[in-house]
């Protein structure tokens, strides 16, 4: 296994991150995650307790003014969709760069689509809850990280890229629906699988030496406060999940494997390879085939295709939509 592959590797589920902005290395066994998922009691109530200890101010703690150096990458070159390609070999340091840094610009950018659709779900679940629920108030307290969030991706966009990126049209117009038809644990795990591939990619980002200094403080800001969120996601999952019957199951997991097949798809926008000045079709095509990214891809999906498993939503048809997008 190869470093980036190492670092790839999502982390053991019996680790729980504990990670500060000062010290974003530190990680220490607290927990065991689907002990926790399972475990109802007092996990809402410690959720919303360690984010009122533990959450940031993007606009405080990432330095916005720092100059951008024509070799900063934007994620780390060995995720770069090219890296490893013949085309890869072809291109310039200052290039490569370059285009890290608009793959970077891109999953920031489908990382705000996918949270404002995640904050219309999540609106929508808890709309006739109990106000003094501790899922209430955690529902909102993660709508309100993700506002902050998705701010920090577009000023982060702007910073490394002067620019953000759109799905496909018509993905983007259909998405509207999420809301209507993604109900409990379609909702819920959709979140994760959106969640569960950032999280791994902004692990790797955050330590990368060629990394921008600002896009490396994004990715803890985040890594961060999303560990609270996917907490939140696979609780809630198991919860919807108890008594599922067996149409039921095959329904959610067909849709979850939907949304999750859509988002893997559009995190590097087309567009990203023309803005480094590359011919788009032969650039989409050596992407297409690149055996190093797919097997990242299907690493960074371990942990997450193990919890899908055990919640009984790893159906054969999911199993195929993941496969057509590397995660397994
Ligand atoms: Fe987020
Ligand atoms: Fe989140």
């Known amino acids: 296994m190869s470093d980036v592959e190492r670092r790839a590797s999502p982390p053991n589920p019996a680790e729980e ?8 290395e530190t990680t220490t066994v607290t927990a065991e995650r689907f002990r926790d998922a399972v475990d109802s009691d007092g996990v809402l109530e410690r959720l919303l307790s360690s984010s009122a200890t533990l959450s940031y101010d993007p606009e405080k703690e990432v330095d916005w003014d720092a100059p951008l150096e024509p070799l900063h990458d934007g994620v780390n070159p060995e995720w770069c969709t ?56 955690f529902a909102l ?45 379609v909702a819920y ?14 692990r790797d980002w955050m330590r990368g030496e060629s990394v921008n200094p600002a896009v490396k403080t994004i990715c803890k800001i985040h890594v961060v406060e999303e560990s609270r969120h996917m907490k939140f996601a696979r609780h809630e999952t198991l919860e919807a999940m108890k008594g599922a019957g067996r149409i039921r199951r095959q329904v959610s997991a067909a849709m979850i494997a939907m949304v999750g097949y859509f988002i893997v798809k559009s995190l590097v926008q087309p567009d990203v390879y023309a803005e480094a000045g590359l011919d788009v079709k032969e650039a989409r095509k050596a992407a297409a085939s690149n055996s190093h990214h797919q097997s ?25 939509m993941y496969r057509r997008v590397h995660m397994i």
Do not use: N
Request: charged residues 25%; negative net charge; glycine residues 6%.
């Open 189 to 202: 795990t959709s979140i994760l699988v959106a969640e569960e591939v950032l999280d791994v990619m902004q």
């Open 141 to 185: 307290t993660e709508i309100a990280d993700e506002c902050r969030h998705s701010i920090m991706f577009a000023r982060g966009s702007q910073l490394i890229a002067g620019r953000s990126y759109k799905p496909a049209k018509g993905l983007h117009r259909a998405a509207r629906l999420l809301k209507w038809i993604a109900k409990g644990e």
């Open 82 to 137: 090219l890296y490893g390609t013949d085309l890869w070999e072809r291109m310039g340091p200052e290039q490569r760069a370059l285009l890290t840094r608009h793959e970077a610009a891109s999953v920031a950018s489908i990382g705000i689509w996918f949270e404002m659709l995640l904050q219309q779900m999540l609106l929508e679940d808890i709309y006739a809850k109990d106000y003094a629920s501790p899922e209430f108030q």
């Open 296 to 320: 990242l891809m299907r690493l960074s999906c371990v942990h997450l295709m193990d919890f899908l498993s055990e919640a009984g939503l790893l159906t054969s048809f999911a199993k195929r």
């Open 17 to 24: 991150p504990d990670m500060t902005l000062t010290d974003p």
